[in-house]
Every structure is written in C-alpha cells, then in structure tokens.
C-alpha cells in the first residue's frame, strides 16, 4: 500500500487529524520563508502528542549541518529530507536516514539522484520562486524512469482528486503532499485531508 506523509503540519491538530485519516508520516517544516515554518518548541510539542507508529520528518532548504542535527535531536525527527543543493556529502553527514528532495524541471534533473546515498528520493516540481509546497505537478513519466535509484516519493500538485492517478501511473513507493489538503498555507482541511489517504490507499 502506497504510504502518505502530510507535510507542513503546523499544530498538534492538524498532526493527530493525519494521523486518525491514516497517514504514515507527518512532515514540518524548518525553513523560515516558508508559511509552513515550524520553530523548535512547536514542532517539539507537535511530536510529543503523537501516537507511536508516526514517522516524523524534518524537512529543511540549505540549512546549516549543525542547525539540521541539533533540530533533529532535540525535536525527535525519525527522518530528514533535505529540499535544497545539499551535497551528497552534506546528506551523509547528517546524524539521520535522509530523503533528498529533487525538483523535477526535465530528465536532466534527475542525473544527480545516484550519486546520493539516501533512504528515499522525494521529487517536487521545480518553481523559479520556491523550493516546494507550491502546488505544481510535474512530468509523471520522469518519476517512474526515477524508481531505478531507490524509494520514490511523488511530491507536488498532488490533490485528493490527482492522487489515484499518480498511484496508478506511477506506484510510488509513497506520496507526499501539502498545499493539496489545505484551507490556507500551513492550516490543513479536514475533509481533503481524508479523501487525499483514502485515495492514495485506494481504500
Ligand atoms: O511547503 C513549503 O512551504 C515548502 C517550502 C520549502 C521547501 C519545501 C516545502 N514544502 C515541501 C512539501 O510540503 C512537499 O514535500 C512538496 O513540496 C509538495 O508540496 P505541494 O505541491 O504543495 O503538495
């Protein structure tokens, strides 16, 4: 069954409402220009409500190595992913498994995915103006030529009404997805929320 994380979750709500809608993984967001952005006591009061089972992931854009470890002690992240032009030396410095985010303009983007030694490749449309969270979708085909390097989550432009699809065309190893269940950056809508799992679990 195709896994579901939730990202940008901003409060301890909107955290146990993806998790009683069935999601694996819920994602915060340490990035401060983005809307979605979570400070250390938040998301460490986040995750300590949580139940057991929940994978926590951090996610940051070219964040200091020393800024990435500390969060992710001190918060309790089961998991990074790193959303910028982290290196793959940068990736394999950090005390956590890692899940390189790659943002897909074409076929030439996906040339640097084997030379990062990583848990899981996320993939997110590219933008000019933001490093994700921006509701675009790109090439599906590239995400499948991308499954030859390793776990693939689909990211971006994903919607309770897309996300089937992408399942069926793809079947990747999970999907992720943030502005597509939202009432407004960084607050969740119940309902889209739902729908969203229910269809990526094609349950
Ligand atoms: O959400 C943000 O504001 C954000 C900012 C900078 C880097 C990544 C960001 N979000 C990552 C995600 O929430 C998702 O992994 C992915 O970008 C999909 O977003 P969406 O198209 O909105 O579903």
């Not at 800024?67 to 032009?85: K, M, S, Y």
């Not at 848990?119 to 085909?141: I, K, M, Q």
Request: overall charge negative; some cysteine.
């Amino acid at each position: 069954m195709t896994r579901v994380k939730i990202c940008g979750i901003t409060s301890a709500c909107d955290a146990r409402l993806a998790v009683e809608a069935g999601a694996d993984a819920i994602g915060l967001i340490f990035f401060e220009k983005s809307p979605r952005n979570v400070d250390l006591e938040q998301a460490a009061r986040i995750v300590a409500e949580l139940p057991p089972f929940i994978q926590t992931v951090g996610l940051f854009v070219n964040a200091p190595l020393d800024f990435v470890n500390e969060t992710a002690d001190r918060v309790g992240l089961d998991l990074v992913q790193l959303h910028g032009e982290e290196t793959p030396e940068f990736c394999a410095a950090v005390r956590r498994r890692v899940m390189k985010a790659f943002r897909v303009k074409g076929a030439e983007s996906l040339v640097p995915m084997p030379s990062y030694r990583v848990a899981g490749y996320v993939l997110d449309a590219y933008s000019p103006n933001a490093h994700g969270g921006t509701g675009e979708r790109f090439d599906w085909d590239l995400a499948v030529q991308a499954k030859n390097y390793g776990p693939i989550v689909l990211a971006g432009g994903l919607t309770p009404e897309n996300v089937a699809d992408a399942v069926a065309q793809v079947v990747p190893y999970g999907v992720d997805v943030s502005s597509g269940v939202e009432l407004s950056p960084g607050k969740k809508d119940p309902e889209k929320v739902r729908q969203f799992i229910l269809r990526a679990k094609g349950l």
